[in-house]
């Protein structure tokens, strides 16, 4: 970008010099210094000027000037770039703080308390045959395996990777939805991935772990975020950028040689696709205090039915 120095004679002209053409003009820089960023990167040569205004009025004008033969370019570049950055906020976004809660405790107590007691018992490997994710006695009618899975782990690495990553991602979702929307859509993804898992895996299949609602709360908040993610005005992935970064991460932290890579991703696909549930409880009025609390009471009331039916 060319800035010249202003020659005397151009500093006292109260316009900009008349064998330039005037392209923009404003009285604050940042709009003009944007203009001439997109003027450089496409090589068009140019002048930033500032026109004061009459000592009494005070204050004044930026200018950016090119030479007659540029001006058409000049105006074709700049109609480009504000097509382009058109929807966009110049402000800063406003950004939620983020706090930890207590409330995704409440879901990250079912694992702990099943997987603690399977431990402590002699019979814990019967605990774990009863309730693990048996395809072929899923498919067979034993429904409640689907969830008396996900509150079992093979080891204590297993667990405490589930526990700790499910709290930060539960934290993050609480910032949109209320505990018992957590908790009721999480359970119901989780319960139709292992189904699904179940259908698509040969029948010696069997797993345990509480890593395909962690997976499926990643795809909630991928989902709702991407509803919140501010648009472009023409489709595209940036579009879908939270999505397309939690896919990813996903890819990351889900494939291994012990990971249940299927029900990883089935999970995260449930998660994205029970995202806009959110906002339609949220609507019709689920939110309230009292809807939580009964949603919380109704997912503690599954697990506690589909483990006595796992162990009776």
Not at 210 to 235: Q, W
Not at 293 to 309: E, L, M, P
């Amino acid at each position: 970008m060319d800035n010249p120095e202003v020659s005397s004679e151009d500093s006292d002209r109260p316009e900009s010099s008349p064998a330039r053409v005037e392209i923009t003009r404003d009285e604050h820089k940042r709009p003009v210094l944007d203009a001439s960023l997109a003027l450089a990167s496409q090589g068009v040569r140019h002048w930033i000027e500032f026109n004061p205004a009459p000592a009494q009025a005070g204050g004044g004008d930026f200018l950016l000037t090119v030479d007659p033969g540029d001006a058409p370019r000049a105006h074709s570049v700049l109609g480009q770039y504000r097509s382009e950055n058109e929807g966009y906020r110049v402000e800063d976004p406003e950004v939620a703080p983020f706090d930890l809660h207590v409330s995704p405790a409440l879901h990250l107590a079912i694992p702990a308390l099943f997987s603690f007691w399977a431990v402590s018992v002699p019979w814990g490997k019967w605990v774990e045959l009863q309730g693990g994710a048996a395809a072929q006695r899923i498919l067979h009618g034993e429904w409640w395996r689907a969830l008396t899975a996900t509150t079992l782990h093979a080891d204590s690495g297993h667990f405490l990777g589930n526990m700790l990553s499910g709290y930060f991602i539960f934290n993050l979702l609480r910032r949109r939805c209320g505990p018992g929307t957590l908790m009721l859509l999480l359970t119901l993804a989780a319960f139709c991935t292992n189904l699904v898992v179940a259908a698509i895996s040969p029948p010696e299949y069997f797993s345990i772990g509480f890593s395909t609602v962690v997976f499926a709360g990643l795809g909630l908040l991928a989902g709702i975020e991407t509803r919140y993610f501010p648009k472009a005005l023409r489709p595209g992935l940036r579009n879908i950028t939270p999505l397309l970064g939690a896919f990813f991460l996903a890819v990351m932290t889900g494939l291994g040689e012990q990971a249940d890579i299927k029900a990883h991703f089935i999970g995260f696909a449930f998660g994205v696709a029970y995202s806009p549930a959110v906002f339609w409880l949220a609507r019709g009025g689920f939110e309230k205090a009292l809807w939580q609390v009964a949603a919380i009471v109704a997912v503690y009331a599954v697990y506690a039915v589909a483990w006595w039916k796992a162990i009776g």
